[in-house]
């Protein structure tokens, strides 16, 4: 199975992963959003390569990216670690 090739430097990446992190503490987008994005941009990987690497099934992974309800936090967890990332919580601001 072929790999995409990642879209961006490693300069765009760290802007962009900055970008995300705002975006993602504000609501702008979602989670699955976000992890869609780092995969195809950053790693440059199909949704079945990377859930392989994760070892959860292509249909969690795709779940997870369309942030639907019914998904593990374990499966979660190992979605995002090879990303650099890991669940946490965050005090929510009144608007």
Do not use: F
């Not at 879209?7 to 900055?18: N, V």
């Not at 609501?27 to 195809?40: K, L, P, S, W």
């Not at 440059?44 to 859930?51: N, R």
């Not at 992974?61 to 979605?79: H, M, P, Y």
């Amino acid at each position: 199975m072929p790999t995409m090739k990642p879209r961006i430097s490693a300069e765009e990446r760290q802007h962009r992963e900055e970008e995300l992190q705002r975006q993602l503490a504000a609501g702008e987008v979602t989670i699955g959003e976000a992890v869609r994005e780092m995969r195809q941009r950053w790693l440059g990987l199909k949704q079945a390569q990377y859930a392989r690497l994760c070892r959860v099934s292509k249909n969690t992974l795709g779940a997870i990216e369309r942030d639907e309800l019914n998904v593990s936090v374990t499966s979660l967890q190992a979605v995002i670690r090879p990303l650099g990332y890991r669940l946490t919580l965050a005090p929510v601001r009144p608007a």
